[in-house]
């Protein structure tokens, strides 16, 4: 959830806190477990809230820890968790600690909680390295001193206004812990780690040989990068994914162990080789990190076959859930990744089908339940530091960002009875909630397959579907190893098409021989899933054994089992079970 565009209660144009919960009711209708928000804590906002200036507090424009307060009972009321999002790699330069660090001198206490640094050259007007912030420009900014001279410089990794902290600074933990447990003690039930794998610096005084390709390969939303460029440019990020990061984690994961209930942690990290994710989710360490390969999937059945066989093959080998993403806050939404329009809702339909059957866990941006896309922002609307920092090169985020379009036929569609924040288009009438109550919208398949999911596949919360009372400390019924697993990352190249060796029974899914673009698998004996990732139609049989397969969901109306065989228009996903688990 990005609260910001979600529902506004007071007028301001802004999604808050009191929206969220006056729509509560239409999250758990959705049928999800448990809902996670993007930043709402005191903030100037100059990155959506990413940018913190007291990461204790809430910023009035999303309203008052009375309100947070609220909203975890009310999620909690309704049998749904919440995660908030925590954003340790920096603090906004509004932070009290930053306004301390430029009032005192180099080498003082003040600035070794951030990474201020002498520049090069004559007078110390180059900054320390070349890195490049990843929203463009440099990543170091100069300082005036107290005397009014050019002074040192701070690493920025991201916008000016969000200074790195020093990790290697024993307050910098302390004070996370402290947030942790302020925001554990009122109760939610774990946290998003922003930027997860940034924590730890290293060579920071070294040239890096392509800062702007390496800044431009970080980010989610550049898609003109070939994969080959991208990969070897992500091979080694100098302030990305060191093995320092990792200790940070076991002592946030007998934080969260020291808490009733199963408070969980869900990593930001997305690091290269993928093999290398695998160690954030170490029995020790976190409980998920997301899996970045869908949301930069285009609809291509070699490669999201491949990612699958990948990314169960390796969460296995430390025992942790797989994730799966098609949208977020960052990227571009799905239905415009897959080219907009009809045919990209059409493929995003069957890509988010195909997704729904895999085993582990779902994240679902909000907005992507409806198929909406990315809307045009006129420039002078645009809010991404992105889109400043390149000077319009890059447009940014704001696309995917809009707020959530309610209820046809009101002004702005009910998001607010102010000036929405950023534009909302008129032809998202037909997206609204209120036009997608027939069972052949988006939105209904989204509710289908996240309710059979849970059926088909057993996948659990600690409250069942009819359950809507509060149950604040579920069991933890499995076992917990405290050995940390094999380090090494495991080869990255698939051995075998269907990822069985070591993969746990719940984890397992085997793939069914098909013609080249069409993807199929089976999940234990009664369910069968088949993706026409072709711009044809086509026929494809079942065998003898598989005859008491029937239909059960369909991405589009004319997918369907037809005589002894399944019917597969262009771009559709169909799920077929055994008839004793068809309703
Ligand atoms: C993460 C957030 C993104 C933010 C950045 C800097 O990637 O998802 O929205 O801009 O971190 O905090």
Redo the contacts with the bound molecule.
């Keep these: 959830m990005y609260p910001r565009s979600f529902k506004d209660s007071n007028g301001d144009g802004e999604g808050d806190l009191a929206g969220v919960i006056s729509q509560l009711d239409y999250v758990k209708a959705l049928g999800v477990d448990a809902i996670w928000l ?1 930043p709402f804590y005191t903030s100037p906002n100059n ?2 809230g ?2 913190v200036a007291n990461p204790r507090d809430v910023d009035p424009r999303f309203g008052s820890i009375s309100d947070a307060e609220a909203l975890i009972e009310a999620t909690h009321a309704r049998g749904l968790r919440i995660i908030v ?1 925590i ?1 340790p ?2 603090f906004s330069t509004e932070h009290q600690w930053f306004k301390e660090a430029i009032n005192s001198l180099p080498g003082s206490k003040a600035r070794n909680r951030f990474h201020f640094y002498d520049g090069r050259g004559a007078n110390g007007e180059i900054p320390p390295n070349n890195w490049c912030s ?2 463009g420009g440099s990543a170091w900014t100069r300082i005036k001193e107290l005397d009014g001279t050019a002074g040192q410089w701070y690493l920025h ?3 000016s206004t ?1 200074a790195d902290l020093n990790w290697e600074n024993n307050e910098v933990r302390l004070d996370f812990e402290k947030t942790l447990r302020f925001w554990l003690d009122k109760g939610v039930d774990g946290f998003r780690i ?2 997860a794998h940034g924590l730890v610096k290293e060579e920071i005084l070294t040239d890096h040989r392509d800062p702007e390709g390496l800044t431009r390969a970080l980010r ?1 939303d550049v898609s003109d990068m070939s994969r080959v460029d991208r990969e070897s440019l992500l091979s080694d990020v100098p302030f990305f994914d060191r093995e320092g990061v990792h200790e940070i984690y076991r002592h946030w994961r007998k934080i969260f162990d020291s808490y009733p209930g199963q408070r969980m942690s869900v990593a ?1 990290a997305w690091v290269h080789p993928s093999s290398r994710a695998t160690r954030y989710v170490r029995s020790d360490e976190l409980h998920q990190i997301f899996n970045f390969d869908f949301l930069i999937a285009e609809w291509d059945a070699d490669f999201l076959k491949t990612a699958i066989n990948k990314t169960l093959r390796e969460v296995s080998a430390v025992d942790a859930p797989a994730t799966w993403v098609l949208c ?3 990227s571009p939404r799905l239905v415009t990744r897959l080219g907009g329009g009809e045919q990209g809702r059409r493929k995003a339909r069957a890509m988010a089908l195909l997704t729904h059957a895999l085993p582990g866990g779902i994240y679902i941006f909000q907005g992507e339940e409806l198929g909406l896309e990315d809307a045009a922002i006129p420039d002078e609307r645009r809010q ?3 889109f400043f920092r390149t000077h319009g090169a890059d447009k940014g ?1 704001d696309g995917a960002r809009v707020p959530i379009p309610w209820s046809a036929g009101l002004p702005h569609f009910g998001f607010t009875s102010g000036e929405p924040w950023l534009p909302m288009p008129a032809a998202w009438e037909s997206l609204a909630v209120s036009s997608q109550d027939t069972s052949d919208s988006y939105l209904a398949l989204y509710r289908k397959s996240i309710a059979m999911r849970r059926d088909l596949f057993n996948t659990h919360s600690n409250t069942s579907k009819d359950d809507t009372s509060k149950d604040d400390t579920p069991k933890d019924d499995t076992p917990k190893d405290d050995t940390p697993k094999d380090d090494t990352p495991k080869d990255d190249t698939p051995k075998d098409d269907t990822p069985k060796d070591d993969v746990p029974k719940e984890l397992e899914i085997s793939w069914i021989e098909t013609p080249h673009g069409v993807l199929a698998f089976r999940r234990g004996d009664h369910f069968i899933l088949y993706s026409n990732v072709t711009d044809n139609e086509l026929d494809i049989a079942l065998s003898e054994a598989d005859s008491d397969f029937a239909q059960v969901l369909a991405s589009s109306p004319e997918a369907r089992v037809q005589g002894n065989a399944v019917h597969l228009p262009a771009h559709s996903t169909l799920w077929l079970s055994r008839t004793k688990f068809t309703s």
Aim: aromatic fraction near 12%; hydrophobic fraction near 30%; avoid cysteine.
């Design positions: 993007s990155d959506g990413y940018d999002d954003v790699n920096h990843i929203f990794l991201f916008d969000q922003d930027v989610l930001e977020n806050h960052d991404d530091p992105v985020r």
